[in-house]
């Protein structure tokens, strides 16, 4: 139980509605742990792996209607449509609470409601903020534990400030056409119905950390954003944090666990976050940063021995697998994944890759970040980690180049506003459709894009030690459409160069669309990719850049009067230069 009244007074009204034969609050021990994986194993909901090969992992197979997060299904209820803005779906919050209260009646009956109080980021930060979701899910249970600092400590901190975020979950019946996710910003709260999968139920993750966090952020002067924040130590010793948005499995995590190249002998990565950053201002003018998490809701497929051996060595023990196939020895498999052979697709049948993948696209991992060998401490620092640069990144296969760096902190907010990327298995809907992804929050924003952007340049009178934004792309490819650049480990190349620019050793040269590194200046040392490539790579075609700037004016205007005036003055400079060199 509480000490808190505020929350046992809702644990008692969600009790009283949703009817469970039980309720269990949530300590995160491990003895616990262990009894709702023991019992999950007892229903199935669990299928236990080669514990000799995989020690305490399980796969846990999710109904075939829900496997990805629901943008269709999940609205901003805010009193005025106009907060919500037209990123969003949005519902007046009288009828959302009405439509969701007549779900959850009774729906708890037969099941345990568990109370979770987690902590979102270090337990003893003043960055992080604390939450309680109340679920009738096991798996969520567990995952929670992994993904957050959940648990008695939690509760302590709750109980000593007084305030959280309420989430209410239920996996209902999963039916599709009874699943929603409702977020209520004036009120910090969040109901999800209907769905068991991790964006849709593990409520501190999006919808808390992100959606109701970002407009939380906007009323206390900080930022959360959906950035992964990764140290680059270099042979001296000097580690510089760079916090980077890229849209979901465009990616982030394998840049949170870049290896170096053989080449940088003596650089070392440390992995701080890999999906949500939170950030704020500090007494020196800089902007330090949490991850908010901690544990790792990774993509499987795609992860490899060659694209990401850090994630791979982090889960091969304590860890959940969501919709993976299995292999012979019973050991978890993905597309992807070096070795093994699947003999089990994720649906439980007899693989046949006539009939699908053995994994499904958005099949995933849940481990703690501690499990990671490029695993940072300062995950855990207090104060957080002082951020160097801010790199935005889409995944585009025309046109944008492999890195540009803004002319202002003001240039940057719109470099991160205009972002594209091709949409991925993340989400349900169309694959590889090129869509406008502001700062990679366009599933999470809380709130509308306009005040969004106008909170972002609103920093540059709340913090004076700015750090400089860049730009990349590493999904650039040739006519024949092979992809230019290297990408993964190789990524290294660009990030030293960006290092190297906020030190002051290397220029960039002034380009219409932003600053470019002098060819020279990129480390290509054992790179088989030739100069003639790397210019391509680094080219401004003015023509088509000025039908872009268009294409984003057109978007921006789409946000009406709410839309910041310094946006198109912004994007104006950039029309003008590109006319000049046309």
Known sequence: MTSNEILKQW???????????????????AEENKQLIDGMLET????????????NCYLHRSDPSDV???EHLTFI?????????????????????????????????GRTLYVIPYCMGPIDSPLSRCGVEITDSPYVVVNMRIMTRMGSGALARIEHEGHFIKGLHSVGELDPERRFIMHFPEDLMIQSFGSGYGGNALLGK????????????RTEGWLAEHMLIVGIENPQGETHYIAGAFPSACGKTNLAMLIPPAEYEGWKVWTVGDDICWMQPGEDGRLWAVNPEAGFFGVAPGTGKSTNPNALASIETDAIFTNVGVTAENQPWWEGKDDGIPVTDWHGNPYDPDVGPAAHPNSRFTVSMKRCPSYSDKAEAQRGVPISAIVFGGRRERLVPLLMKSKSWEHGVLLGASMASETTAANIGAVGVVRRDPMAMKPFCGYNFADYWAHWLSFTDRASNLPPVFHVNWFRKDEDGKFMWPGFGENMRVLEWVIN???GNVESRDTAIGGMPYLDDINTSGLDTDKQTLEALLEVDAEAWLAETEQIREYLQSYGERLPDQMLVELDKVAEALKETS
């Open 11 to 29: 644990v008692k009204e969600v009790s009283e509605l949703t009817r469970p034969d039980n309720i269990h609050w949530c300590t995160g021990s």
């Open 44 to 55: 199935g909901d669990f299928i236990e792996l080669n514990q000799d090969k995989n020690p």
């Open 68 to 70: 990805a997060r629901v």
């Open 77 to 109: 209820c805010t009193s005025e449509e106009e907060d919500a803005g037209p990123n969003n779906l949005w519902m007046d919050p009288v009828e959302a609470k009405a439509k969701m209260r007549d779900l959850y009646a009774g729906c708890m009956q």
């Open 206 to 217: 999006k919808c808390h950390a992100l959606r109701i966090a970002s407009y939380q952020a």
């Open 501 to 503: 620019n906020i030190k």
